[in-house]
């Protein structure tokens, strides 16, 4: 208590969820709505990913990876109204989005010291976050925070999350889309490590038939259930 008044708890939301089905804009939106602070994990995942390739580490060898993979210092602001990720002080925001990191990020954050790195940023940004923070990513409700005190797992249909992220890259194609969500879907999935998985308590929302406006709105919905005690 301060001043008398109660202080509310921080409140932990774990979002998880295969690629386009709308994590990062919903947990963006949510936190800001709710004033509690964003972390976006893929893009930790990314930015490591984008040191490897830039210090040309061979990515098919999960030792050498293993080997660098405390070099990076990786450090992520969590407003939701300007979301940061540098790398020794470099801004990557616009790098880790190109093409050879999504394409290559899969076999980086498969290798178990990667995640053991990581996840650890991960949860001293949840623990400092003062009023509590949405974070969303793969593994977030099954191992990150396991006692997030709310578990929310996105799906959608793979043509519903391919037309959405074509309409993202400009001109891209469709079916090629499709097809490159299926396979990083597929390899977050089948990892030994920490794959991407709902968690047992966690509630699913099927986003194939709504807006991203009716998806906040649930979530929104849901988080101040919880805090409610309902
Ligand atoms: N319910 C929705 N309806 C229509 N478009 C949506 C919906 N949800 C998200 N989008 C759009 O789909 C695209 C992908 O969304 P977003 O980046 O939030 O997904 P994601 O799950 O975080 O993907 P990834 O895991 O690949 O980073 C964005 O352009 C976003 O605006
Ligand atoms: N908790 C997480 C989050 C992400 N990953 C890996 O990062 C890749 C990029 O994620 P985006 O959300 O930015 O698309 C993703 O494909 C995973 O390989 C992860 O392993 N765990």
Redesign the pocket.
Known sequence: MENGAPTAKPVIVAID????????????AVAAQLGLSYL?T?AQYRAITWWMVTNGIDLEDPTAIAAVAGKPEIISGTDPAGPTITVDGVDVAGPIRTQEVTSSVSAVSAVPEVRTRITELQRSLAVAAERGIVV?G?DIGTTVLPDADLKIF?T?SPE??AA??S??LKGADVNATREA?IK?DAADSSRKTSPLAKAGDAVEVD?TE???A??IECVVTLVEEKRAGK
């Open positions: 969820g295969p690629s386009g089905t709308g994590k990062s804009s919903t947990s963006r976006d893929g969303e793969r996105l959608a519903a999350r959405r992220r309409g993202e969500l990083r986003t709504l807006t991203l009716q998806v």
